[in-house]
């Protein structure tokens, strides 16, 4: 039942955030939030929307949705956005991707996979990452790891493995992709920068 509201959640955030904002203004955003909410029960084909799209992309992580609830605060204006915080989550995330399907892939000889069967090091480890998480004020990561502790301890999921609270493909790719278009931007930028310093010093 739970994995079943998941879906019906997952459909109604990815579409909204996928959507375009139309100038709308926020009671109307509210108001197109519970109609994607409403058009997940959909069927087709003897699914539902949501369990249709389910079927495609698994049950996502509870990190990945606390990141699409962020985001979906954020286009709402209910929250700030925090540049560090976000760089932040990209950071562990796409680390936490890269460490994990590589291997799963059979890229690897390390199977780390199989640590989130018995997980208490990486308990610990999330514990105290989280922590530092805390000191430095990233607060969305703090938010995005203790729920997926949480979760994990409370077993809201079939699986038994802390990776599949932790991290999933749609999350791993996400974080992967936006570090690189801001590697891109960050190397635009010194570029143009360097440029106008070469124009400058030329120019005297």
């Known amino acids: 039942m739970i994995n079943?509201?998941?879906a019906h959640i997952s459909f109604t955030i990815i579409i909204f955030l996928l959507l375009p904002s139309f100038g709308l203004k926020r009671a109307a955003r509210i108001a197109l939030l519970v109609a994607l909410l409403a058009a997940s029960f959909i069927p087709l084909d003897g699914l539902s929307l949501a369990a249709y799209l389910r079927s495609h992309i698994d049950d996502l992580a509870v990190t990945t949705l606390v990141f699409m609830a962020w985001g979906c605060l954020r286009r709402l204006n209910l929250l700030p956005f925090a540049q560090?915080?976000?760089?932040?989550?990209?950071?562990?995330?796409?680390?936490m991707a890269l460490v994990l399907y590589?291997?799963?892939?059979?890229?690897?000889?390390?199977d780390p996979?199989?640590?989130?069967?018995?997980?208490?090091?990486?308990?610990?480890?999330?514990?105290?990452?989280?922590?530092?998480?805390?000191?430095?004020?990233?607060?969305?990561?703090?938010?995005?790891?203790?729920?997926?502790?949480l979760a994990f301890i409370?077993?809201?999921?079939?699986?038994?493995?802390?990776?599949?609270?932790?991290?999933?493909?749609?999350?791993?790719?996400?974080?992967?992709?936006?570090?690189?278009?801001?590697?891109?931007?960050?190397?635009?930028?010194?570029?143009?920068?360097?440029?106008?310093?070469?124009?400058?010093?030329?120019?005297?």
Do not use: E, H
């Not at 570090?179 to 010194?190: D, E, F, K, P």
């Open 4 to 6: 079943l509201w998941q």
């Open 84 to 95: 560090q915080g976000a760089t932040g989550v990209l950071i562990i995330f796409a680390a």
């Open 102 to 110: 590589p291997a799963t892939l059979g890229l690897s000889y390390l």
């Open 113 to 149: 996979y199989r640590f989130g069967f018995s997980p208490r090091p990486m308990l610990i480890f999330v514990a105290l990452l989280t922590a530092g998480l805390f000191y430095l004020r990233s607060y969305l990561a703090v938010v995005m790891l203790a729920s997926a502790t």
């Open 154 to 204: 409370a077993g809201i999921k079939p699986s038994q493995n802390y990776w599949d609270y932790l991290v999933d493909p749609l999350l791993g790719l996400y974080c992967c992709a936006a570090l690189l278009m801001l590697a891109v931007r960050w190397t635009y930028g010194w570029l143009n920068t360097r440029r106008g310093s070469v124009k400058d010093s030329g120019s005297v």
